[in-house]
């Protein structure tokens, strides 16, 4: 049974700093390329940043040089740091795992709120 289980979600003043992590199981962890995806009211699902199995980053233009996406295989979790966090950042954001010729997973989500 696969599962994408995120943690650190939160409330956080504009211009604060934020982890998330999530923790994965059931797949092979270090071949799948991660990713966290971010879903705010009224709006399509984005892509934030992704890793892929070789470690190599990509994010989306609103968020570099805030973010960084990491992961390590040993513990199978992928980590988001964000930092200088902004209103417009508040969304449900979502873990997410793709390998080719595989399924794709999603985790549940975990809130996080920027506001004063």
């Known amino acids: 049974q696969v599962q994408l289980v995120e943690s650190g979600g939160g409330l956080v003043q504009p211009g604060g700093s934020l982890g998330l992590s999530c923790a994965a199981s059931?797949?092979?962890?270090?071949?799948?390329?991660m990713a966290w995806y971010r879903q705010a009211p009224g709006n399509e699902r984005e892509l934030v940043a992704e890793i892929t199995s070789g470690g190599m980053p990509n994010y989306a233009d609103s968020v570099k040089g805030r973010f960084t996406i990491s992961r390590d295989n040993a513990k199978k979790m992928v980590y988001l740091q964000m930092s200088s966090l902004m209103p417009g950042d508040t969304a449900v954001y979502y873990c997410?795992?793709?390998?080719?010729?595989?399924?794709?997973?999603w985790g549940q989500g975990t809130q996080v709120t920027v506001s004063s």
């Open positions: 997410y795992a793709r390998r080719v010729g595989e399924n794709v997973y």
């Open positions: 059931g797949i092979f962890f270090r071949f799948y390329t």
